[in-house]
């Protein structure tokens, strides 16, 4: 008697399944915990932008008129990443008064899906998010 060497297609249909189901619960588990690096690093970056502010109050006793962007003038990068690359958040400021501001970070790209959306931080250091609770997003 001969015997078969290989493998049935039975075999592969069930080794195919497992696969597919480990991918399902594996790849929303990686996309949540790239958002979450994404947002760490924006977080750093509105700290920075916090105190490019404070050197712009020092240099001008005014937080009104402080700019953002890569152009000659302006106190910090407009985006995050700051160093390039493909931006997940835009930042914007917004001085209210000569003595306060708002920094927000607002997600663009396939950062929009991510629970936190938009990222605050004010003069105070106090922190802010639109979506989840603010101990969870920063």
């Known amino acids: 008697m001969k015997q078969q060497k290989g493998i049935t297609l039975i075999e592969l249909m069930i080794v195919v399944a497992i696969i597919g189901i480990l991918v ?5 588990a990686y996309t949540q915990q790239v958002q ?14 916090a105190n490019a502010m404070e050197r712009y109050f020092t240099a001008n006793n005014t937080y009104v008129g402080a700019s953002l962007g890569n152009a ?8 995050c990443p ?13 001085a209210t008064t000569v003595t306060s501001y708002t920094l927000r970070a607002t997600p663009v790209g396939p ?18 998010s639109t979506g989840a609770s603010v101990a969870e997003c920063w």
Request: overall charge positive; hydrophobic content about 35%.
């Open 24 to 28: 399902s619960v594996a790849y929303p």
């Open 72 to 79: 000659t003038g302006n106190i910090y990068p407009a985006v």
């Open 36 to 49: 979450k690096s994404r947002r760490a690093d924006c977080t750093g970056a509105l700290a920075g932008l």
């Open 82 to 94: 700051i160093d390039g690359g493909t931006p997940f958040y835009n930042l914007a400021i917004t």
């Open 111 to 128: 950062q929009v899906s991510d629970k936190c959306a938009s990222l605050t931080l004010n003069q105070l250091g106090l922190k802010g």
